[in-house]
């Protein structure tokens, strides 16, 4: 069986299976609705996002670094961030930048990559099957320079669709989106996917263990890239309601991903409005 194959079941089996455990769509939808808003609500350190967002008026800022090492034995160094505005009772505003040193097309870059703005609404709260369902529209501009290295010379314009659910003291997100490409290379593909499975629990205290698989099938045309899947795991630190970080590894196991070493925080900072 492909790994492809493999991982598209994992992730159905969460989605549908798991949903059928007593009590975890009560709890999941529980949790959206009384949470403290000055609790932090992680995003990292998973490409997967949840269907959670910040309370309205309140500002919480997620920072990591990642070092990628490729096969070609060529080292990159990005510094994420991503800064989350609630904006209503289930509406939540991203803002994304990473700093870079080195990327895959030129080592010697060096600078900021190309902007990114989203929102985040919340459909749905403790529905059958999903759960707690949210969608998440963002457009990634040509902010940075495509000849450095630093940008893709793309505009972007993506749909994530977020499905939540708590199972016992574990949380579990699913992820399917897609992204459309403007501009740039004329030998660049126009469509990109992707999918993600990842899960958080407690392991003692205030120390937990996070755990993904994801991918992204390969694109066509003569600027087509070949699929990725890949494993993230990882120990997390939550010593206060309103910051938790963490670090851990990601390995490949199909196509050119990197692999990685990643550290962070997430910082709820408080309510400014």
């Known amino acids: 069986m492909s790994c492809t194959r493999t991982a598209w079941?994992?992730?159905?089996?969460?989605?549908?299976?798991?949903?059928?455990?007593p009590g975890s769509a009560q709890q999941a939808g529980t949790e959206s609705s009384t949470k403290d808003p000055h609790e932090?609500?992680?995003?990292?350190?998973?490409?997967?996002?949840h269907a959670g967002t910040v309370a309205a008026g309140w500002v919480e800022v997620e920072i990591g670094a990642e070092h990628d090492h490729y096969r070609n034995?060529?080292?990159?160094?990005?510094?994420?961030?991503n800064f989350k505005f609630g904006v209503g009772s289930r509406a939540q505003l991203n803002l994304l930048a990473s700093g870079l040193i080195g990327t895959q097309s030129n080592s010697s870059a060096r600078g900021v990559g190309d902007v990114t703005l989203g929102v985040k609404y919340r459909l749905l709260e403790n529905v059958p099957i999903l759960t707690d369902f949210a969608i998440l529209p963002s457009v990634k501009f040509a902010s940075a320079s495509s000849s450095s290295g630093l940008g893709s010379g793309t505009t972007d314009v993506g749909l994530l669709l977020i499905s939540s659910r708590s199972i016992g003291t574990a949380d579990v997100d699913i992820n399917?989106?897609?992204?459309?490409?403007?501009?740039?290379?004329?030998?660049?593909?126009?469509?990109?996917?992707?999918?993600?499975?990842?899960?958080?629990l407690p392991v003692r205290g205030a120390i937990g263990l996070a755990a993904e698989l994801y991918g992204y099938?390969?694109?066509?045309?003569?600027?087509?890239?070949?699929?990725?899947?890949?494993?993230?795991?990882g120990p997390?630190?939550?010593?206060?309601?309103?910051?938790?970080?963490?670090a851990g590894v990601i390995?490949?196991?199909?196509?050119?991903?990197?692999?990685?070493?990643?550290?962070g925080l997430v910082w709820n900072v408080g309510k400014f409005w």
């Open 40 to 49: 932090v609500q992680p995003e990292r350190p998973t490409v997967a996002t």
């Open 73 to 81: 034995h060529q080292t990159a160094l990005s510094f994420p961030a």
């Open 176 to 200: 399917v989106g897609a992204t459309r490409h403007y501009g740039g290379d004329s030998a660049a593909p126009s469509l990109s996917t992707l999918w993600t499975a990842s899960a958080g």
């Open 251 to 263: 390995e490949p196991v199909k196509g050119p991903q990197p692999r990685a070493f990643y550290a």
């Open 236 to 246: 997390t630190f939550q010593p206060l309601k309103w910051l938790a970080m963490d």
């Open 217 to 233: 099938p390969g694109t066509s045309g003569p600027g087509g890239s070949k699929e990725i899947v890949a494993i993230l795991a």
């Open 9 to 21: 079941r994992l992730a159905f089996f969460l989605l549908t299976g798991l949903a059928s455990v």
